[in-house]
T-cell receptor
Framework: DGGITQSPKYLFRKEGQNVTLSCEQNLNHDAMYWYRQDPGQGLRLIYYSQIVNDFQKGDIAEGYSVSREKKESFPLTVTSAQKNPTAFYLC?????????????FGEGSRLTVL | AQSVTQLGSHVSVSEGALVLLRCNYSSSVPPYLFWYVQYPNQGLQLLLKYTSAATLVKGINGFEAEFKKSETSFHLTKPSAHMSDAAEYFCAVSERWNNDMRFGAGTRLTVKP
């Protein structure tokens, strides 16, 4: 079945370590997104990419990095520069139409910094 | 930039009662509006969306929402709550001509037996 796969589902990290969250989609969508979810704050956009080899910062990009080398893949690296990385991270994708495409979400990755 | 405000972080209803979750948006151009539902430790699923066709939009699981331009609102309703409706609900807006979707803070719906 088509969909978005995020891994790992749960991840623990020590302070000062970089971690990479995987996001793969087989929906043939051009656009992919990373959101961070914290209780009571909804979803905040970290990065998004509308086409391979191109991506833009969202509202809270500091301390994060991404790459888009393949259409199917949009990994997110949480670097040691991210001051408060404990959160639930959601990857999504959509068709590259003019804003009316719904977002399809993965199951999320919960990162906990020890 | 577009934004969304959801009124009420928690809503509690009895099973069988009306569900009303409020959403107001801000957008400088005609918006596209969405409601998503999230169950614990899962991603978001689309309930319904408004993309400038009928102002009353019907979605899955008996939910519907009405776009009211004069009130800049897109409230979500369901005539009769079911226990399985307990979840967190997010309103979202995106502007035509871009793929930048913005979400509200969410409303947690509790359904009492």
């Amino acid at each position: 079945d088509g969909g978005i796969t995020q891994s790992p589902k749960y991840l623990f990290r020590k302070e000062g370590q970089n971690v990479t969250l995987s996001c793969e989609q087989n929906l043939n969508h051009d656009a992919m997104y990373w959101y961070r979810q914290d209780p009571g704050q909804g979803l905040r956009l970290i990065y998004y990419s509308q086409i391979v080899n191109d991506f833009q910062k969202g509202d809270i990009a500091e301390g994060y990095s991404v790459s888009r080398e393949k259409k199917e893949s949009f990994p997110l690296t949480v670097t040691s520069a991210q001051k408060n990385p404990t959160a639930f991270y959601l990857c999504a994708s959509s068709t590259r139409t003019s804003g009316n495409g719904e977002l399809f979400f993965g199951e999320g990755s919960r990162l906990t910094v020890l | 930039a577009q934004s969304v405000t959801q009124l009420g972080s928690h809503v509690s209803v009895s099973e069988g009662a009306l569900v009303l979750l409020r959403c107001n948006y801000s957008s400088s151009v005609p918006p596209y509006l969405f409601w998503y539902v999230q169950y614990p430790n899962q991603g978001l699923q689309l309930l319904l969306k408004y993309t400038s066709a009928a102002t009353l939009v019907k979605g899955i699981n008996g939910f519907e929402a009405e776009f009211k331009k004069s009130e800049t609102s897109f409230h979500l309703t369901k005539p009769s709550a079911h226990m399985s409706d307990a979840a967190e609900y997010f309103c979202a807006v995106s502007e035509r001509w871009n793929n930048d979707m913005r979400f509200g803070a969410g409303t947690r719906l509790t359904v009492k037996p």
